[in-house]
């Protein structure tokens, strides 16, 4: 299987570009790293220099352009491209350069439903400047809803090689690829595509602070702040950005550095329960599997 470095950025659909990069600048605090001349707009809360990046959606649908993931080096690219070859992955892009800002090599794959696997190295380091906003720390997971859960654990396990840290059982799986209790998820759902991309901030009183600044920009809360029960155990706020993904905050996740360490079964009730904030409400229940 692929040996994998981190979840390193989200691509997403913007139907209006401007007001999109104005949010993630201004209200959640990433700073603009690049601008296409075909209208992509490339972000970065750290020295990598995009974890975000959102291009014009035009005639397509807005959500979900691509997830990557970084690898160590152009040989293990290869290596990559050689196990999804004999796995029957379609291979859409490389392994080779990129004309996208910032990397020096990629790999583009589709996973079972479709969506846009990108695998790359060699990300340009720019030094983070002191930003004003919900400032995030580092990107941390994002949750695709799939349309198969057996197929795409195959895909992200078998082949990506992201470890299970936790199930509720044809529901949602919680995968990691660092200490970090997950690095990456996935539910099964009717509807396939991008859940939530979350990103770390450094303690609670920063997840507090989100709300605090999510509301004043008229933004809608989905749930929190609060504290996870269930898988991960951290705290996190989850709410809409201007054109409706959702996105989540957090902090203090459980960290697993047991080599021995075997994912547990959650029933779905105590895995979206809430040691403070509550229970899921029923919208983020119908976000996930809907
Ligand atoms: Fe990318
Ligand atoms: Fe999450």
């Not at 750290?46 to 990557?68: F, I, T």
């Not at 004999?86 to 079972?112: H, N």
């Not at 396990?157 to 840290?165: A, E, H, N, Y």
Request: some cysteine; hydrophobic content about 35%.
């Amino acid at each position: 299987m692929v040996r994998l470095k981190k979840l390193g950025h989200i691509g997403i659909r913007a139907p209006d570009i401007k007001s999109s990069v104005d949010f993630y600048s201004r209200v959640f605090g990433l700073e603009v790293s690049e601008r296409t001349e075909e209208g992509a707009v490339y972000l970065r809360c750290g020295p990598d220099h995009h974890s975000h990046v959102l291009y014009p959606a035009g005639r397509e649908r807005p959500g979900l352009h691509h997830v990557a993931f970084e690898v160590t080096d152009p040989e293990e690219l290869e290596r990559a491209a050689s196990i999804f070859e004999r796995q029957g992955v379609p291979i859409i892009y490389g392994p080779g350069p990129r004309d996208e800002p910032g990397i020096a090599r990629s790999l583009y794959v589709l996973d079972p439903d479709g969506n846009q696997v990108e695998l790359y190295c060699g990300m340009q380091q720019i030094p983070r400047h002191e930003a004003t906003s919900i400032m995030p720390t580092n990107i941390g997971h994002a949750l695709f809803k799939m349309s198969d859960l057996a197929k795409a654990e195959h895909f992200y396990v078998d082949l990506l090689g992201l470890k299970v840290s936790d199930r509720v059982r044809g529901v949602a799986t919680w995968l990691r690829y660092d200490p970090n209790h997950h690095g990456f998820a996935l539910g099964q759902a009717r509807t396939p595509g991008l859940h939530h991309t979350m990103y770390h901030v450094r303690d609670f009183g920063e997840v507090e602070r989100a709300a605090d600044i999510v509301t004043e920009n008229k933004l809608r809360i989905l749930w929190g702040p609060g504290r996870h029960q269930g898988p991960g155990a951290a705290y996190f706020l989850y709410f809409y950005d201007p054109d409706g993904n959702i996105l989540e905050v957090g902090c203090n996740m459980e960290q697993i550095w047991d080599e021995s360490y075997q994912g547990r079964e959650w029933e779905l009730g105590a895995a979206v329960g809430g040691d403070f904030g509550g229970p899921a409400p029923q919208e983020f229940l119908d976000t996930l599997i809907g």
